[in-house]
């Protein structure tokens, strides 16, 4: 017994030295919060047309073809989009009062949500005719599907969690960036655990890890179009993956090309 206790009483005097803040017995485990963000780039591999009058708000691909939602009154619509020529293959407008925002695809539907009109319109993904609405609270920006959630963003700092049948809000991440609030986040993309988010009116890309909310790598996405290009443009707005080569498609508002690209580190130039 005298043998335990100076044993226990050292390993005691051990954790307050080492400033512990928990039972020596229970490891301690390292947050995530404010470590350090990777810096990232985009790297482009090929380029695919688009519709330059198309505002972009949601770009996903599947089986083949593009499927985006544009935005603006008098001007939303669902489309679906043969990526080689650009070509819109079937296109549904939405009511005039509705402003459409991101869309994302559950099993053989489409879910596309509505900016300040509260409404998520379901479709079904063969035919793109209306399913069903349903109503939710709040502005909708940018929406993606881990497999089990729908995550969707507002414009805020963070990303709300929804059952895909109900659309019922079940949770949210809160999402930071080396301990600071990253807000604007809009058009999403959910790939394997990661949350890809534009960032409204900014150049980069955020990628988020689903479970902690981190920000793990910033990814710069600027100079993708021409100068000429730009002048024309909107902002980036438009993530989808492309699983046959594990790259993005990114596009913006008013664009006139998709790009396939590759996320590589961002090294500065080596000086000579």
Same mark, same amino acid.
């Given at each position: 017994?005298f043998?335990?206790?100076?044993?226990?009483?050292?390993a005691?005097?051990?954790?307050?030295?080492?400033?512990?803040?928990?039972?020596?017995?229970?490891?301690?485990?390292?947050s995530?919060?404010?470590?350090p963000?990777?810096?990232?780039?985009?790297?482009?591999?090929?380029?695919f047309?688009?519709?330059?009058s198309?505002f972009?708000?949601?770009?996903?691909?599947?089986?083949?073809?593009?499927?985006?939602?544009?935005?603006?009154?008098? @001007?939303?619509? %669902? +489309?679906?989009?043969?990526?080689?020529?650009? /070509?819109? =293959?079937?296109? *549904?407008?939405?009511?005039?009062d509705?402003?459409?925002?991101g869309?994302?695809?559950v099993?053989?539907?489409?879910?596309q949500?509505?900016?300040?009109n509260?409404?998520?319109l379901?479709?079904?993904?063969?035919?793109?005719?209306k399913?069903?609405?349903?109503?939710?609270?709040?502005?909708?920006?940018?929406?993606?599907?881990?497999?089990?959630?729908?995550?969707?963003?507002?414009g805020?700092? @963070?990303?709300? %969690? +929804?059952d895909?049948?109900?659309?019922?809000? /079940?949770? =949210?991440?809160? *999402?930071?960036?080396?301990?600071?609030?990253?807000?604007?986040?809009?058009?999403?993309?959910?790939?394997?655990?990661?949350v890809?988010?534009?960032?409204?009116?900014?150049?980069?890309?955020?990628?988020?890890?689903?479970r902690?909310?981190?920000?793990?790598?910033?990814?710069?996405?600027?100079?993708?179009?021409?100068?000429?290009?730009?002048?024309?443009?909107?902002?980036?707005?438009?993530?989808?993956?492309?699983?046959?080569?594990?790259h993005?498609?990114?596009?913006?508002k008013?664009w006139?090309?998709?790009?396939e690209v590759?996320?590589v580190?961002?090294?500065?130039?080596?000086?000579?």
């Amino acid at each position: 017994m005298f043998l335990r206790r100076n044993a226990c009483l050292a390993a005691a005097v051990a954790c307050a030295a080492s400033w512990a803040l928990v039972a020596c017995a229970k490891p301690a485990v390292r947050s995530t919060q404010g470590a350090p963000v990777e810096k990232l780039r985009l790297k482009v591999v090929r380029t695919f047309p688009h519709d330059p009058s198309a505002f972009t708000q949601g770009l996903l691909f599947y089986q083949g073809s593009f499927y985006e939602s544009t935005g603006l009154y008098g @001007r939303s619509s %669902l +489309r679906r989009v043969d990526p080689e020529s650009g /070509v819109v =293959e079937h296109r *549904v407008d939405l009511p005039a009062d509705l402003f459409g925002e991101g869309v994302t695809r559950v099993d053989g539907r489409l879910v596309q949500i509505t900016w300040q009109n509260r409404r998520a319109l379901v479709w079904n993904l063969a035919t793109l005719r209306k399913e069903k609405e349903i109503s939710y609270q709040g502005e909708g920006w940018g929406l993606c599907f881990d497999g089990r959630r729908l995550i969707m963003s507002d414009g805020s700092d @963070r990303l709300a %969690l +929804r059952d895909p049948e109900s659309f019922t809000r /079940v949770g =949210e991440i809160v *999402v930071r960036r080396a301990g600071q609030p990253v807000r604007n986040l809009n058009e999403l993309e959910c790939v394997e655990g990661v949350v890809y988010a534009n960032v409204w009116q900014d150049s980069h890309i955020a990628r988020i890890d689903a479970r902690t909310g981190e920000v793990t790598g910033w990814i710069d996405a600027s100079g993708l179009l021409a100068p000429q290009e730009a002048r024309a443009a909107d902002v980036l707005n438009g993530i989808a993956y492309l699983p046959a080569s594990g790259h993005l498609a990114v596009t913006g508002k008013l664009w006139p090309r998709i790009f396939e690209v590759e996320i590589v580190p961002d090294v500065p130039p080596v000086a000579k």
